[in-house]
Every structure is written in C-alpha cells, then in structure tokens.
C-alpha cells in the first residue's frame, strides 16, 4: 500500500479531522483514508475490475505524452547524486 504525506494543513481543519475520526470511532488516519475514499468514488464501493478499467482508460488517454517513466528518472537521479559526491575533478 502507499503512504501519503499531507503537509501544511490548518491547525483548525486538523482538530476537526481528529474530531471526525472520534465521533466515527476511527484513527485519524483511517479516518482520513475514509474521507478520501468517499471523495473520489461517490461513496460508494469501487469493484477492482473498475479500478482496473478506469486506469486502463487513464494510460490510454496520457499514452504519447514522452514523459520519462519512474525507472528513467530513478537511474537519472542516481547517477547525478554519484556525480555530485564523486566531486568536479572526476
């Protein structure tokens, strides 16, 4: 599973995070995934195989686009964080 990391939130929009979740008997952070989940599938449950058709949309509609993929961009930051410790004489 991924992990994501929200930065900058308002003290207040927290405290009625925390509120929320302990009304619902939640964690915070479940309580979180919820909202997010009720957000993006209407508040209702999303079948795998429509998860599956609505990315398999998704890569057909951003196919061509010529950015590099994760793999491409992994290897280019390696290789610029050895030359950076590898020195300017090397």
Not at 1 to 27: C, I, K, W
Request: no cysteine; aromatic share 2%; proline share 2%.
């Amino acid at each position: 599973m991924a992990t994501l990391t929200v930065r900058n939130l308002d003290d207040g929009l927290v405290r009625q995070l925390r509120v929320r979740a302990a009304e619902h008997g939640r964690s915070a952070e479940a309580e979180h995934r919820e909202i997010l989940r009720m957000a993006l599938t209407g508040g209702r449950a999303v079948s795998r195989q429509e998860a599956a058709d609505r990315l398999a949309a998704f890569r057909q509609r951003t196919a061509g686009r010529g950015g590099p993929s994760a793999s491409e961009l992994l290897s280019e930051a390696r290789a610029e964080r050895l030359r950076s410790l590898a020195g300017p004489d090397t």
